[in-house]
């Protein structure tokens, strides 16, 4: 058993090597330009606290700070590594691509172009919909509520770890009709399949909202709707790429299999007398 799986643990070190070198290659080269991510990075929170200003007169007070020796070169670092992970993605995808690809046919091999930028262009947009749609929103909310009372000092490592969560959830979130496509490339998921279980999905959808969101409703409605849209769309996606049959045929393909089974029965059964 393990000789068989030794080729397949041997392409997936290749694999996964290729992956976190260029995830180190694009980590040195992102530390170098680590100053204007951050100011992107923060400038949300900056926003934010000019907002404040203008509401509260404790908001001239409020201000990005550090708690720990040598913070700010653990946050280029959590900059630079969150840069690298978005920049290192097409090369990733490809990876994972090569991986499976053995498993599938010659037409489905073809599709590795329209999954890295596909996946790529999804993950960026998820991204970029968190930055300029919900951080503003969520920031403008948690840090102005309260602040006729409490003078804002936003710890930066807090900040860059909360940001960096964020992202990573509507990056990974927008890729819903990416797989969903693909699931139903290789036959693993129908329309009414995903139609059935759109009742669980949404229950799942606000789980995973609460989970990587501020603890706002605001916020988590934010990300909770758009993933809905998505994954309307990706029923949309999936039944064009792998409708399910009709019922009357699903009934016939059972009534044949049950017949099967009870023919290869009684066969089995004479053959033993």
């Not at 040195?28 to 007169?57: C, D, Q, R």
């Not at 498993?103 to 930055?131: D, N, Q, R, S």
């Not at 009934?251 to 049950?258: M, P, Q, R, T």
């Amino acid at each position: 058993m393990f000789d068989d799986l030794r080729p397949h643990l041997v392409e997936l070190r290749k694999r996964l090597g290729i992956s976190v070198g260029s995830l180190i290659v694009m980590f040195f080269v992102m530390f170098y330009f680590h100053e204007p991510i951050l100011e992107w990075i923060v400038e949300p929170l900056n926003t934010a606290l000019v907002e404040v200003g203008k509401k509260s007169v404790h908001a001239a007070d409020g201000m990005v700070t550090t708690s720990q020796v040598g913070g700010a070169f653990f946050v280029a670092l959590k900059v630079s590594f969150f840069a690298a992970i978005v920049s290192a993605l097409p090369i990733i995808l490809s990876q994972i691509w090569m991986f499976i690809a053995p498993g599938l046919y010659a037409k489905e091999k073809k599709m590795i172009i329209p999954f890295i930028v596909g996946g790529t262009t999804m993950f960026l947009v998820g991204v970029l919909f968190a930055y300029y749609i919900v951080t503003p929103f969520g920031f403008d909310f948690l840090i102005t509520f309260g602040s006729f009372k409490f003078t804002p000092l936003i710890n930066i490592e807090d900040y860059v770890g909360f940001f960096t969560k964020i992202m990573f959830g509507f990056g990974i979130a927008f890729e819903l009709p990416i797989f969903a496509y693909f699931l139903a490339l290789l036959g693993m998921v129908n329309d009414r399949q995903m139609i059935d279980f759109f009742k669980y999905a949404i229950v799942l959808i606000f789980v995973v909202a609460a989970l990587l969101t501020p603890p706002d409703i605001l916020t988590q409605l934010l990300m909770a709707g758009p993933l809905i849209i998505l994954y309307g769309c990706s029923i949309l996606i999936v039944k064009m790429v792998n409708p399910a049959p009709p019922e009357e045929e699903e009934e016939e393909d059972s009534d044949d299999e049950n017949e099967e089974v009870i023919v290869k029965t009684q066969d089995r059964l004479e053959e033993s007398k």
